[in-house]
């Protein structure tokens, strides 16, 4: 039973992301940073790197290790959080790792670690893939050699209809939440999250929903890094 | 094909550069018949290949590069520099007393100590090892004097200007001695207005280095 267009409890429609936005370059000690602004997420991003490795045996000769870091901040959410690094944040720095991983070309970097710190300033729903959004940026801030972007977009059910973006009031009422993440000049998608159940069909639409939505974070991250780089002409990319 | 025409746009991560069959030479990779970029960057399509020259990034060493390092670690054999890369450049006691050197004989600290910057070369770099330096040659050795800018070391070669025609510039209307190592390192020798304004040239050249007429913006700020 799908019922159309239903109004969304933050009054968006269907297919329609919070409002983003995102700043490249945001800290000086970091050799690459950024700030993303997703919703009511707040998170900052920041790249260091490549470096000597530490401890020296997790060293690998012929290619970087990359480092990664989820961590939400004592006031991030409504109750106090815990500043230790819970389970849930080690698995989000696992996958953010892996979806990041795929576009670094890490064969460049020999004997090097590449550290990724993100910090959740702010926590709201969907902030892994707002995390990925803005490490992406901040690794093609600090200049590491990548094949492409990484953009992070979810997409979920709630009320049994197929939403984009699915927020935090809406993660724990809802049905379902996909998170993807995706090189967007490929396609090729580097991290796939399921969490509920959907039928063939609605995930067919979920999928193709939250590839639109990561088209349109794609166009912010590179509005990010060319403001910073190119005073904002919008490099060769044809809108 | 023109032969000669160089062809330039701005590119990021992911973006392809161009499709067909050229030569990759720098910052890009062949994927199928494009050319896709690895960095942001400037990309250049010649007659002889395709290139991104980029604006933000590690120093990467190179053979023969003249680098401005300081001393940050030492033992009986050798001096560790920071050159401002991945790995401490390696500056061996042998390179320093010759052949003959003894750790018990001769003293480390006569030489180099911690904290004092030198200017070297590479000697050689492979990103297998270690980057080998040498302060053997004209104009290397230690610094006695002087101040230090930093700059994106892939925008020295904007500092240098075509033929070294910046960086005369700014010696001749500063008045400031320059010496430039190429990660990113500058050695400023003069007085403290001749720095400051040599300084600020710097800046202005690492904050608009992919500009046009960056000579007019620092005879401008020279002058003022």
Redesign the interface.
């Known amino acids: 039973m799908s019922k159309n267009n239903i109004e969304r409890i933050s009054g968006r429609a269907p297919d329609e992301l919070r409002n983003v936005s995102i700043k490249a370059g945001v800290i000086k000690n970091a050799d690459g940073s950024a700030l993303i602004e997703f919703g009511k997420n707040k998170i900052m991003a920041a790249v260091f790197g490549p470096k000597e490795v530490h401890p020296k045996h997790m060293m690998i000769s012929d290619r970087a290790i990359i480092k990664c870091r989820y961590h939400m901040m004592p006031f991030s959410t409504d109750t106090r959080k815990r500043p230790n690094i819970s389970r849930r944040e080690i698995e989000i720095s696992k996958v953010i790792r892996e979806a990041l991983q795929p576009a670094i070309i890490m064969e460049d970097y020999p004997r090097t670690a590449i550290e990724i710190y993100i910090e959740v300033l702010q926590s709201d729903g969907g902030s892994r893939c707002a995390a990925i959004n803005a490490a992406s940026t901040a690794l093609a801030d600090a200049g590491i050699n990548m094949r492409d972007l990484v953009t992070a977009c979810a997409a979920g059910k709630v009320d049994g209809q197929v939403v984009l973006d699915v927020d935090d009031t809406e993660d724990k009422t809802g049905e379902a939440d996909m998170p993807i993440a995706l090189l967007p000049n490929t396609g090729l998608i580097t991290l796939f999250q399921l969490d509920g159940n959907l039928s063939k069909e609605e995930f067919d639409k979920a999928l193709e929903l939250a590839k639109t939505g990561c088209d349109k974070l794609y166009k912010l991250q590179r509005d990010a890094l060319s403001e910073k780089y190119f005073d904002g002409k919008n490099g060769n990319k044809e809108e | 094909m023109k032969t000669n025409s160089v062809e330039r746009?701005?590119?990021?991560?992911?973006?392809?550069v161009i499709e067909g069959d050229h030569n990759p030479i720098a910052?890009v990779?062949k994927?199928g018949n494009k050319i896709?970029s690895?960095?942001?960057g400037m990309a250049e399509i010649a007659y002889n290949g395709v290139r991104v020259i980029?604006?933000?990034?590690?120093y990467i060493p190179r053979m023969d590069d003249v680098v401005i390092g300081k001393v940050a670690d030492m033992n009986g054999f050798a001096w560790e520099v920071d050159i401002n890369s991945?790995?401490f450049g390696i500056l061996t006691g042998s390179a320093v007393f010759g052949r003959q050197f003894s750790s018990s004989r001769d003293s480390m600290k006569s030489q180099f100590d911690k904290g004092e910057c030198l200017i070297a070369k590479i000697l050689s770099f492979d990103?297998?090892r270690d980057p080998l330096i040498s302060v053997s040659g004209p104009g290397l050795g230690k610094i006695k004097e002087g101040e230090i800018a930093y700059i994106t070391s892939s925008k020295i070669p904007r500092v240098i200007g075509k033929k070294g025609a910046m960086i005369k510039l700014i010696e001749e209307n500063t008045g400031c001695r320059m010496t430039i190592g190429q990660n990113g390192a500058i050695l400023l020798k003069g007085t403290d207005e001749a720095r400051t304004k040599a300084r600020n040239a710097i800046k202005l050249i690492g904050n608009q280095a992919?500009t046009s007429d960056l000579n007019d913006k620092v005879i401008s700020l020279i002058s003022k």
């Open positions: 746009k701005y590119v990021m991560p992911g973006d392809v910052n990779i994927s896709i690895t960095k942001i980029p604006l933000n990034g590690t991945w790995f990103r297998t992919h």
